[in-house]
């Protein structure tokens, strides 16, 4: 069973008399433990997709399976704790809470979840080690670079473990260094501890980093093929 | 989600905008502080209205000319004539109204009275000896007036202590003559500073013989009051019916809406002004109240920014998984905060300001005003600011909470 499976997916936004067909029957499948990027131009509905795919916006046409359930049967409550739970977001602007340290700020999903409170201190700590910020741990994000901000992005995505993290645009106010090492823990996280990794990106380097390549375009899949010369963050190396 | 946390992030809410927090809950503030002065305020004169009619003692029974005042235009009744000698002695014949110790007549003038070229206006009260236990007081001076100068329509005065200062200074006064309306009076005996009892400030009045009062000041033969001493306190409502029942048949009257005459008891004054007091509170503390609704539509209008410039945070909390309960917990929380510090603060703020009004007021009013901080009003006033921030809250609550993740992350 693959973990996400998209059949015929449709959003068509309507603002009273216009409609716009942002998605327009958009089908392929992820595997548990896959790196995926969507690229497209913008416009092309690849936010749109990540926005259903993550449960934030409903589809309007097609179907999305998640775990072999279809998206539309999902409650509002359990919507709330899949969210909560199975995915992980990262965001480009990094959506940090101000005047909150990093510790509470990563701390955040625990605080919807059914993890027992004498845990989240615990779990919040090794989220912020294993993007290697321990020694920001009791700053606040006023006094961190974009890089260091996108990192707590991370720790917050990862620290309830969840079975996806959704990345959209990451890297894409950050610098070349500062996006670079984003990659490499996404990098990581995904070959070393097999988190399922959904990628959004305009650019093509950064794209080359996912394992595959799902381009999108005017709402329909243009093309889905695999990185045949994978890019490593760690090293700058093209993987043979 | 943790209460804890809830706590910690409203707080923290809160505390990232501290300056605008504090000018919301000005209204609240201002409310609850006028809600605690007012209660207090009332409280203070109730207490001490009640502490001078208890002065009076709860064996005494007076009985007035007239019908029961109840409203304005019945003023006029005090002045009716129709408790005479004759009433009187009907009242002290034991086989009409049984269990009363002694009855004191009393008629008030208001006379000027001067020494020389001191003059004061006073109220003269005309009475009898048995005053003094009425009123609890005496001559710490000289003597009372007596049964004699009673019978003799003599002219002796007691001066109050007020009365005596004003015509004397500290000049000796026991022995002198004083004028009061061109008729000479010897003064015969002094009253200590006692202050107010009942309605009466002792110190502010003349005592002299109601014969002498009667014949020479008012030229008049009924009384303004006959005041009854009860043998107990159990006795006072028998006294009362049979009062009624006596003055009723001497004159002639079968429907008591008729009556010419009404019966005070200290528990009958204790009520009524209890109710005074209680309608006069209700209707300052309700304009106080206005201000808390002007208050609480200013909290909603705070807590409605508060939504829409957090609607990033809101959206963010969302794609973690917060369900709309918990982000309507959040701002629903943050409100009663918000209203609950404002309440705490009034109170506060309201104690220091009563605090400041007993004692300008003790010096105004002259007695022992008694400052009263209110448990259950700052008990109530807490509550009533925590449920206006709950019920303004509601709202801009519901507006975070049902705002889509999406839109509140695209938010700019």
């Known amino acids: ?240 | 989600m943790y209460l804890r946390y809830t706590l910690k992030t409203a707080f923290s809410g809160l505390r990232r905008n501290t300056g605008r927090s504090l000018l919301t809950i000005l209204g609240i503030v201002i409310g609850i502080t006028a809600i605690m002065i007012v209660l207090s305020v009332g409280e203070g004169a109730e207490s001490l209205i009640l502490n001078q009619v208890s002065a009076l003692g709860a064996q005494t029974v007076i009985v007035e000319p007239g019908r029961q005042p109840s409203g304005p235009a019945d003023f006029a009744e005090i002045f009716t004539d129709s408790l005479k000698q004759r009433e009187r002695e009907a009242l002290e014949n034991p086989a009409n109204v049984r269990g009363v110790d002694f009855v004191v007549p009393e008629v008030i003038a208001v006379a000027a009275l001067s020494n020389e070229s001191e003059t004061t206006r006073v109220n003269v009260i005309g009475t009898a000896p048995d005053i003094q236990e009425i009123l609890a007081i005496s001559a710490n001076e000289g003597t009372f007036i007596t049964e004699d100068d009673v019978r003799q329509a003599a002219s002796s005065v007691v001066l109050g202590a007020t009365v005596k200062e004003d015509l004397f200074g500290s000049a000796p006064a026991l022995g002198k003559k004083i004028k009061i309306k061109g008729r000479t009076f010897r003064v015969v005996g002094l009253i200590d500073p006692t202050g107010q009892v009942g309605f009466l400030n002792v110190d502010e009045i003349a005592i002299i013989p109601y014969t002498t009062a009667q014949r020479y000041l008012l030229g008049i033969d009924h009384f303004n009051v006959l005041w009854l001493h009860a043998e107990s306190g159990e006795a006072v409502s028998r006294v009362v019916r049979d009062v009624e029942l006596t003055l009723r048949e001497l004159h002639d009257i079968d429907d008591p809406e008729k009556d010419d005459f009404h019966v005070v008891t200290q528990e009958d004054a204790i009520e009524s002004i209890g109710i005074i007091t209680t309608v006069l509170t209700a209707l300052l503390t309700s304009v106080a109240a206005i201000s808390l609704v002007v208050g609480g539509v200013g909290i909603m209008n705070i807590m409605l920014v508060s939504v829409s410039e957090r609607t990033r945070e809101i959206g963010l909390r969302k794609a973690v998984g917060a369900r709309n309960e918990d982000i309507m917990a959040q701002f629903l929380i943050e409100a009663v905060m918000l209203t609950g510090i404002g309440g705490i603060v009034g109170i506060v703020l309201g104690a220091l300001f009563s605090f400041i009004a007993a004692l300008i007021l003790a010096q105004v009013v002259g007695t022992d005003w008694e400052f009263i901080f209110s448990i259950t009003a700052a008990v109530a006033g807490l509550l009533v600011a925590s449920t206006i921030g709950l019920v303004f809250g509601i709202y801009p609550a519901r507006q975070a909470a049902q705002k889509s993740p999406i839109e509140a992350l695209r938010f700019e």
């Open chain 1, 1 to 240: 069973m693959a973990l996400i499976e998209l059949t015929n997916l449709e959003k068509v936004y309507r603002q009273g008399e216009v409609e716009t067909r942002a998605l327009r029957g958009v089908s392929f499948s992820v595997e548990k433990g896959e790196f995926v990027a969507i690229m497209g131009p913008s416009g092309s509905g690849k936010s749109t997709l990540l926005h259903i795919l993550g449960f934030l916006d409903p589809p309007t046409g097609g179907e999305y399976l998640f775990q072999g359930r279809s998206a539309v049967s999902y409650g509002e409550d359990e919507i709330s704790h899949i969210r909560n739970r199975k995915l992980g977001f990262v965001f480009q602007a990094f959506n940090l809470l101000p005047r909150t340290t990093v510790l509470d700020n990563v701390m955040l999903p625990l605080l919807y979840s059914d993890v027992p409170e004498r845990e989240w201190k615990q779990k919040a700590t090794k989220a912020v080690e294993a993007v290697g910020l321990s020694h920001r741990i009791h700053h606040e994000p006023a006094q961190l670079s974009g890089g260091e901000k996108q990192r707590v992005a991370i720790a917050r995505a990862l620290v309830t473990d969840p079975e996806v993290i959704f990345a959209d645009e990451p890297t894409g106010n950050l610098d070349s260094k500062s996006g670079k090492a984003i990659m490499e823990i996404l990098q990581e996280l995904n070959d070393k501890q097999g988190h399922t990794i959904i990628l959004i990106t305009h650019e093509t380097y950064t794209a080359e980093h996912a394992g595959r390549i799902i381009r999108i375009k005017d709402g329909l899949v243009e093309s889905d093929r695999l990185v045949e010369e994978r890019r490593r963050a760690d090293t700058d190396s093209l993987l043979k």
